[in-house]
Each structure stands twice: as structure tokens, then as C-alpha cells.
């Protein structure tokens, strides 16, 4: 089992930043992948950024250029750093964990809201 928890969402105007955290815990060895995806009322769960075990990186077109996702593997920690935020950025952020075995383990959320 892996467990995560997301931190560092809240209300923020448009053009401000915020930094997401996911931090793992359990079997952090099965890891393979870390997202974060969002899902805004009336969407669909989408894809943000992905960073793999290799640190390979990919990002939503929608995304990239503003958002950074890194890990630290000391702190067991994956983040989201966004800037130039706008308004169509406003979702519940989730992080998730694939492991080698593809099972994903999804964290609870956190709210993320950017003003206009």
C-alpha cells in the first residue's frame, strides 16, 4: 500500500504562484510514476504533470511553461510548482502514484482557486 498526501492548496489571484506538495508513505519502493491531475466542476480528471523514478518529466500543453513538478526523494515528496496561475487553473489538485505493478494509488485533494 502507498499512502499521499497533497498540501499547499488555496485561494491565490490570477498571476500569483502556489506550491503543491504530495508527500509518499508505505511502500514508496513500488513507485514508479508520481502525477498531479486536476479535476474542476463539471470535468473530467485531467493530467497536469507527471515526473517518473528517472526524473522524466511531461506536462499538459495547457500547463507547460508555468508549472514545475519535482521530486525529493530524501523527504519521500513530489511538487507542483505553479505560477502565472489564472483562473482556468481553479480545480481539486490530486497526486497519484503508479507503481511497477500499475496499480495507482490516488491522495485525498486539495482545493486549489485562483481569482480573477
Known amino acids: 500500500q502507498v499512502q499521499l498526501v497533497e498540501s499547499g492548496g488555496g485561494l491565490v489571484q490570477a498571476g500569483g504562484s502556489l506550491r503543491l506538495s504530495c508527500a509518499a508513505s508505505?511502500?514508496?519502493?513500488?513507485?514508479?510514476?508520481v502525477g498531479w491531475y486536476r479535476q474542476a466542476p463539471g470535468k473530467q480528471r485531467e493530467s497536469v504533470a507527471v515526473?517518473?523514478?528517472?526524473?522524466?518529466?511531461n506536462y499538459a500543453n495547457s500547463v507547460k511553461g508555468r508549472f514545475t513538478i519535482s521530486r525529493d526523494n530524501a523527504k519521500n515528496t513530489v511538487y507542483l510548482q505553479m505560477n502565472s496561475l489564472k483562473p482556468e487553473d481553479t480545480a481539486v489538485y490530486y497526486c497519484?502514484?503508479?507503481?511497477?505493478?500499475?496499480?495507482?494509488?490516488w491522495g485525498q485533494g486539495t482545493q486549489v482557486t485562483v481569482s480573477s
Open positions: 508505505g511502500n514508496i519502493f513500488r513507485i514508479n510514476v
Open positions: 515526473i517518473t523514478s528517472g526524473g522524466i518529466t
Open positions: 497519484a502514484a503508479d507503481t511497477y505493478a500499475s496499480t495507482r494509488y
